[in-house]
């Protein structure tokens, strides 16, 4: 009797088995963990996520080409990502405050994380000593 409802558990979790076994497409094979140049790569990132206190949307920090941090707002419910801010217009204020050269008004705006104003509406950059608030 007890065979039989073992038996019963196994035959009815195998439907729940078999999406996971049919989705690999590929067998994995000792080339494709140790091969220099085709080899598949293992080692994924973790993202950088900030929860707005809105509670709807949240802070994504992703790298782009060349290495360059963007903050993206992203709206939880949907996924939709748009820039937290203009990275160009934070660069153009700070290089025009004076004693900021081109390239530290560049990495200045273009870090990957920020200190925010307790409304979440403005940043703040310490750099030198001095306090930016950019908004």
């Not at 707002?73 to 801010?85: I, L, S």
């Not at 081109?102 to 306090?131: F, G």
């Amino acid at each position: 009797m007890r065979n039989r409802y073992f038996l019963f558990l196994v035959l009815a979790l195998i439907p729940f088995q078999a999406p996971g076994v049919l989705a690999q497409n590929k067998q994995l094979t000792v080339e494709d963990i140790f091969d220099p140049v085709k080899k598949v790569n293992f080692s994924g990132t973790t993202p950088t996520v900030r929860w707005l206190k809105d509670g709807k949307h949240y802070l994504l920090t992703s790298a782009t080409k060349g290495d360059t941090a963007r903050i993206q707002k992203v709206d939880a419910a949907t996924g939709e990502a748009v820039p937290f801010f203009d990275v160009a217009k934070m660069q153009a204020a700070l290089t025009a405050l004076g004693g900021v050269t081109e390239a530290d008004a560049k990495q200045l705006a273009n870090r990957s994380t920020y200190q925010m104003s307790n409304d979440e509406r403005a940043v703040l950059i310490n750099w030198n000593n001095d306090l930016f608030i950019t908004s």
